[in-house]
């Protein structure tokens, strides 16, 4: 009994280990949560970087609007200045071009209504019918005078006549005249080809306006054109718009308004810095404002 019981206690024998842990369960829900959090971060860069670009485009937004209404104050400023000296010098038909062009932009002005009034009556004042041919006899009975352009007596016909021999002549201003005043009679009188003539007057003396250096006479005629029809293949609308910011600016440097004058030569410097003396009143202007970053970008 003895040796049996030894031996068995020498036998190995099986010890019982503990049960292991259960493996985690699957990751799905974590994989889920890491996917929420990281689409709301997108989102949330995705608003932020949209509200910034949203909000740095309405800010040039109104600047861009800003510089427009400042140029198109000074060109109508500079407009009614030179009808008032227009009215001096007895140009009338001139100043009246100039008023009405203001008018346009700024209805309710009343400087431009009164310049416009007097324009017109020294219209009337001093047209003056074209004298009859002398007669065989002096006592045949006297001609009735011919009707005048201000007295409202032409026809339509008469008006296209009259119009298209001051463009064969290529007397622009007369053809201008003739042709407008056909156009407040009867707007309807040979529509095309009324218009085909008037923008060809247009161009003629924006030209010769340019050429002049009438340079606000020249904005005036060209965007009349414009009212008709674009103008393709020509420089016109640049040109136009280079010039009212250069005419803008340079009454603002003229005044002494300087912060302004640099504001819109700036702009100018842009789009068009070699446009007549523009880089030489621009660094002046910046430097009169103590412009110091548009004057280094500029003015090297």
Known sequence: MTDSHNLEDTQPRRIALPPEDEPPSSGCGNTL????????????????????????????????????????????????????????????????????????????????????????????????????????????????????????????????????????????????SWLEALRALDGTFRRREVEDMLVTVYQALGNQYRFEGRLSE??????????????????????????????SARGYLDAGNYALAAQVFATLMEIAPNYLNTRELACRAFASAADSANQARFCR
Do not use: H
């Not at 054109?225 to 009212?244: E, G, M, S, V």
């Open 33 to 176: 949560l890491i996917g929420t959090v990281a689409l709301a971060l997108l989102f949330m860069f995705v608003a932020v970087v949209g509200l910034a670009g949203l909000a740095g485009w309405r800010d040039g937004g109104i600047a861009r609007q800003t510089q427009r209404a400042v140029a198109l104050l000074g060109t109508l400023e500079g407009q009614l200045t030179l009808a008032a000296n227009d009215l001096a010098n007895q140009q009338y038909a001139l100043a009246r071009g100039r008023c009405q062009y203001i008018l346009e932009q700024q209805p309710f002005n009343r400087g431009a209504a009164e310049c416009l009034s007097t324009a017109q009556a020294g219209l009337l004042a001093t047209a003056t019918p074209t004298p009859a041919p002398p007669t065989a006899t002096p006592t045949a009975p006297p001609q009735a005078p011919t009707p005048t352009l201000a007295s409202g007596a032409f026809t339509p016909e008469e008006l296209f006549a009259r119009g298209q021999e001051a463009l064969r002549r290529s007397d622009w201003e007369s053809a201008m």
């Open 218 to 247: 020249m904005v005036v005629v060209i965007e009349k054109a414009l009212k008709i029809r674009a103008l393709p293949d020509t420089d016109w609308q640049f040109t136009i718009n280079a010039t009212k910011l250069y005419l």
